[in-house]
């Protein structure tokens, strides 16, 4: 995502990203680490604007379905909701709002 530098001005970016944060089993919280990054200002050459600051926001994780192209576009099936089909690691997570 690409921002006019002046419009983000000093926003704190945590702020307008804030990370997830999950409630485990024991009680304690914890903040899953941001993969989206704020980078330093930057002038670009815009075409019939001339130079521009600006302020880019990238992601640096990947994401690797573990579903096939045909499988994602079938819709689910009663099954794939039941408790039984969560993976442990979100049955074991609780979102916080």
Do not use: C
């Not at 304690?28 to 815009?46: A, N």
């Not at 192209?69 to 089909?85: L, V, W």
């Amino acid at each position: 995502m690409v921002f006019s530098a002046g419009e983000w001005r000093e926003r704190d970016f945590g702020a307008v990203f804030p990370p997830k944060k999950y409630k485990l089993p024991d009680g304690t919280i914890y903040e899953q680490p941001l993969s989206w990054e704020l980078l330093d200002p930057r002038t670009v050459e815009m075409k019939n604007i001339g130079p521009a600051e600006v302020r880019e926001i990238i992601k640096r994780g990947i994401h690797l379905s573990w579903q096939s192209a045909d499988e994602r576009a079938r819709p689910p099936s009663q099954s794939d909701s039941s408790p039984e089909s969560v993976s442990g690691e979100e049955a074991l997570l609780h979102d916080i709002p």
